[in-house]
């Protein structure tokens, strides 16, 4: 039997019933897909288009039949957040033009303090929140090349990320660094089951697919061999590009791209393509290895993005740890969904997270979901804060270095999967399939987090006896209008 320790002051009933929310704040850095989506804003080059089904790249809130093309074009897909964000009354809840540079856990008072600059006027303030929620996203911070003398370039120079409005490229020589019907919208709005139905087949789709993953499965083998001829065809099965285009990689390793038109280009006239690595940029050109020297007027980067996942600003956790410290080696986290030493932190695709898997919006929605399950228990149940403890998130790091040797993604090829090395462990990624991935993510395992009581005595949260529901006049009896509920919601 347990002791009443006599030398603390004796325990009181706090007066409130069961289930009462306590008054908490939540900070959302960012305002793309996951905090709602304004992401492709920010990259505007021309003919920019989702990879994934456009009726699969909603929100199932917020449904859109009126897509125009299978893969949505930037601006369409920028109009669809714009309209989403207006339809629901969202636009109230984002501050515009204020960036977060900064954010410090205090754990007296078990909040975040978070810097914010107003970029109009330069100004920074102190918010705070309980809840520190990180949907800044992750292939969003874009980078120039490492390359000699890029910034000496005479002529015209841009990313691809960063793509300047007006730019003219006619009649003038470009060089691209890097190398990666009516009725039926009128159906699906008439017939909302049918528009349902069509979303569900390319969800599944999508989802059966994950054996093509599996380095040694007869899936993975047909479809190097099919896309290889694929691609020759396209090119021209005597075109001596070939033998330097098509990959000798497995299909997937790196992500795929639906360019259409992209190979074909690379017979046209006025095209050349070049393979040889490039020395240095000079004022008039590139100059290769080989000493040659490309003459041209305008040069595109397309070269990617910061690979290193850590944060754009610093975020100092418990003891005064640094995220962006904590992951200089290698990012590790738990689920893709929080961290280490950062409590009542939460982050929209953390390292080991479904990035290859199909269309990100209908995961930012699993993703919302199990973060609110984790917020309402500390908000209802007396908790101070959670981590996930080092333990668990060991644990699963190990899980997920022992499975991806099984796929083609942990193959040879420079991916950012990897961090944009040619080997090395997959830490972008989750160790599954998506269908995996939403049963794992159904129901948090509360048991894998540290959890800090806001009272001494755990049990504080039951109160006085009551329950909201008496408190509020509602329904006080609901457990017998559907008693098989709990049931089926734990097995199936």
Same mark, same amino acid.
């Given at each position: 039997?347990?002791?009443?320790?006599?030398?603390?002051?004796?325990?009181?009933?706090?007066?409130?019933?069961?289930?009462?929310?306590?008054?908490?704040?939540?900070?959302?850095?960012?305002?793309?897909?996951?905090?709602?989506?304004?992401?492709?804003?920010?990259?505007?080059?021309?003919?920019?288009?989702?990879?994934?089904?456009?009726?699969?790249?909603?929100?199932?809130?917020?449904?859109?039949?009126?897509?125009?093309?299978?893969? %949505?074009?930037?601006? !369409? &897909?920028?109009?669809? +957040?714009?309209?989403?964000? *207006?339809?629901? /009354?969202?636009?109230?809840?984002? #501050?515009?033009?204020?960036?977060?540079?900064?954010?410090?856990?205090?754990?007296?008072?078990?909040?975040?303090?978070?810097?914010?600059?107003?970029?109009?006027?330069?100004?920074?303030?102190?918010?705070?929140?309980?809840?520190?929620?990180?949907?800044?996203?992750?292939?969003?911070?874009?980078?120039?090349?490492?390359?000699?003398?890029?910034?000496?370039?005479?002529?015209?120079?841009?990313?691809?990320?960063?793509?300047?409005?007006?730019?003219?490229?006619?009649?003038?020589?470009?060089?691209?660094?890097?190398?990666?019907?009516?009725?039926?919208?009128?159906?699906?709005?008439?017939?909302?089951?049918?528009?349902?139905?069509?979303?569900? %087949?390319?969800?599944? !789709? &999508?989802?059966?697919? +994950?054996?093509?993953?599996? *380095?040694?499965? /007869?899936?993975?083998?047909?479809? #190097?061999?099919?896309?290889?001829?694929?691609?020759?065809?396209?090119?021209?099965?005597?075109?001596?590009?070939?033998?330097?285009?098509?990959?000798?990689?497995?299909?997937?390793?790196?992500?795929?791209?639906?360019?259409?038109?992209?190979?074909?280009?690379?017979?046209?006239?006025?095209?050349?393509?070049?393979?040889?690595?490039?020395?240095?940029?000079?004022?008039?050109?590139?100059?290769?290895?080989?000493?040659?020297?490309?003459?041209?007027?305008?040069?595109?980067?397309?070269?990617?993005?910061?690979?290193?996942?850590?944060?754009?600003?610093?975020?100092?956790?418990?003891?005064?740890?640094?995220?962006?410290?904590?992951?200089?080696?290698?990012?590790?986290?738990?689920?893709?969904?929080?961290?280490?030493?950062?409590?009542?932190?939460?982050?929209?695709?953390?390292?080991?997270?479904?990035?290859?898997?199909?269309?990100?919006?209908?995961?930012?929605?699993?993703?919302?979901?199990?973060?609110?399950?984790?917020?309402?228990?500390?908000?209802?149940?007396?908790?101070?804060?959670?981590?996930?403890?080092?333990?668990?998130?060991?644990?699963?790091?190990?899980?997920?270095?022992?499975?991806?040797?099984?796929?083609?993604?942990?193959?040879?090829?420079?991916?950012?999967?990897?961090?944009?090395?040619?080997?090395?462990?997959?830490?972008?990624?989750?160790?599954?399939?998506?269908?995996?991935?939403?049963?794992?993510?159904?129901?948090?395992?509360?048991?894998?987090?540290?959890?800090?009581?806001?009272?001494?005595?755990?049990?504080?949260?039951?109160?006085?006896?009551?329950?909201?529901?008496?408190?509020?006049?509602?329904?006080?009896?609901?457990?017998?209008?559907?008693?098989?509920?709990?049931?089926?919601?734990?097995?199936?």
């Amino acid at each position: 039997m347990a002791e009443v320790n006599s030398s603390q002051p004796p325990y009181l009933i706090v007066e409130h019933p069961i289930n009462e929310p306590r008054p908490l704040r939540a900070i959302v850095v960012g305002a793309g897909a996951a905090g709602l989506n304004f992401a492709y804003a920010t990259q505007k080059y021309p003919g920019i288009r989702c990879d994934i089904p456009a009726h699969n790249y909603q929100f199932s809130w917020s449904l859109n039949p009126d897509w125009t093309e299978f893969y %949505a074009t930037g601006p !369409e &897909i920028l109009k669809y +957040f714009q309209d989403t964000a *207006k339809k629901h /009354d969202l636009e109230k809840y984002v #501050k515009l033009r204020h960036k977060v540079v900064g954010a410090v856990w205090n754990e007296e008072h078990g909040a975040w303090s978070v810097d914010v600059q107003n970029e109009a006027t330069g100004e920074v303030f102190k918010d705070r929140a309980e809840f520190l929620i990180n949907a800044s996203g992750f292939l969003n911070n874009w980078k120039w090349p490492d390359i000699p003398g890029l910034h000496s370039f005479g002529g015209q120079l841009t990313h691809t990320a960063d793509w300047k409005e007006g730019l003219d490229l006619k009649g003038k020589t470009v060089a691209v660094l890097g190398n990666d019907s009516d009725q039926q919208k009128q159906e699906f709005k008439d017939d909302p089951d049918k528009f349902h139905k069509y979303r569900k %087949a390319l969800e599944e !789709e &999508i989802c059966a697919r +994950f054996d093509l993953v599996l *380095k040694d499965s /007869d899936a993975q083998a047909q479809a #190097k061999a099919l896309l290889a001829e694929y691609m020759k065809q396209r090119l021209g099965k005597d075109n001596p590009l070939a033998e330097r285009l098509v990959p000798d990689f497995g299909v997937l390793c790196r992500r795929a791209s639906p360019g259409i038109g992209y190979l074909e280009a690379m017979n046209e006239k006025n095209v050349r393509v070049v393979l040889d690595p490039i020395d240095a940029v000079v004022t008039n050109g590139v100059r290769l290895q080989t000493g040659d020297t490309v003459p041209i007027d305008v040069l595109i980067c397309a070269t990617g993005f910061d690979l290193s996942w850590k944060p754009r600003f610093p975020i100092l956790g418990r003891d005064g740890i640094n995220l962006q410290d904590q992951f200089d080696v290698r990012p590790v986290g738990y689920l893709g969904i929080s961290a280490p030493n950062m409590p009542n932190y939460l982050v929209y695709f953390g390292p080991n997270s479904p990035l290859a898997h199909g269309s990100a919006l209908p995961s930012f929605e699993h993703i919302t979901t199990y973060m609110i399950r984790m917020i309402h228990k500390a908000q209802t149940q007396g908790y101070h804060s959670f981590e996930p403890s080092k333990q668990a998130v060991s644990d699963f790091v190990e899980h997920a270095d022992a499975f991806f040797p099984r796929t083609i993604w942990s193959t040879k090829c420079r991916s950012w999967f990897k961090g944009g090395k040619e080997e090395g462990p997959v830490y972008a990624l989750h160790p599954g399939s998506r269908v995996h991935w939403v049963h794992m993510m159904n129901e948090p395992r509360y048991e894998d987090y540290t959890w800090k009581t806001t009272n001494r005595n755990v049990f504080s949260y039951l109160g006085n006896g009551f329950s909201v529901s008496e408190v509020e006049n509602k329904d006080v009896a609901w457990f017998l209008d559907e008693p098989e509920a709990g049931y089926r919601s734990v097995i199936y």
